[in-house]
Antibody, heavy 119, light 105 residues
Framework: QITLKESGPTLVKPTQTLTLTCTFS??????????VGWIRQPPGKALEWLAL???????RYSPSLKSRLTITKDTSKNQVVLTMTNMDPVDTATYYC???????????WGQGTLVTVSS | SYELTQPLSVSVALGQTARITCGGN??????VHWYQQKPGQAPVLVIY???NRPSGIPERFSGSNSGNTATLTISRAQAGDEADYYC????????FGGGTKLTVL
């Protein structure tokens, strides 16, 4: 079965760079039509899409955050890494990674990881 | 940028039908996906491409999309259906609606 799990720091300071890792199993990121995306959710607020990387290494970013985001994949390790620069308290949120299919969109999600930005 | 509009809250009596709308300019021309999120849990896909149910999602969940409105319909609402529901489309990037809190009375 498909599973995903996010890992990374729970607390970062303002201006620092956040690095999150999504480790997955049950699928290959070299399979056509497959991708892994990142979505975040500030406490009590709506979902916000961040980035998506496809099997062919095509990458898409949220227009409003594009300058701060980088998404990469390591197919051999079954991992996807998201970096976000210049963190601010407004970036405090639960960050989710999710399996993406061109047919069924974001059909499997990780449990999420809460990242707090505070000095 | 493309915007999706959802009501903040919808209430439904136990056993009745709930309808949650998602408004967007010519949304009928896009594929709409719906997610259910219960408190403290990750979102779960309940409808993809307007009206398709992933495996394991009850037939009580259905979707439609036409014109400027997509609708998630939950028949025979149960207490366990209480959750936040989000619609999502792709319009040069992924866009989520603001979410609707469903209360089952």
């Amino acid at each position: 079965q498909i599973t995903l799990k996010e890992s990374g720091p729970t607390l970062v300071k303002p201006t620092q760079t956040l690095t999150l890792t999504c480790t997955f199993s049950g699928f290959s990121l070299s399979t056509s039509g497959v991708g892994v995306g990142w979505i975040r959710q500030p406490p009590g607020k709506a979902l916000e899409w961040l980035a998506l990387i496809y099997w062919d290494d095509d990458k898409r970013y949220s227009p409003s955050l594009k300058s701060r985001l980088t998404i990469t994949k390591d197919t051999s390790k079954n991992q996807v890494v998201l970096t976000m620069t210049n963190m601010d308290p407004v970036d405090t949120a639960t960050y989710y990674c999710a399996h993406f299919s061109t047919v069924t969109t974001y059909d499997y999600w990780g449990q999420g990881t809460l990242v707090t930005v505070s000095s | 940028s493309y915007e999706l509009t959802q009501p903040l809250s919808v209430s439904v009596a136990l056993g009745q039908t709930a309808r949650i709308t998602c408004g967007g300019n010519n949304i009928g021309n896009k594929n709409v996906h719906w997610y259910q999120q219960k408190p403290g849990q990750a979102p779960v896909l309940v409808i993809y491409r307007d009206s398709n149910r992933p495996s394991g999602i009850p037939e009580r969940f259905s979707g439609s999309n036409s014109g400027n409105t997509a609708t998630l319909t939950i028949s025979r609402a149960q207490a366990g259906d209480e959750a936040d529901y989000y619609c999502q489309v792709w319009d040069s990037s992924v866009v989520f609606g603001g979410g609707t809190k469903l209360t089952v009375l």
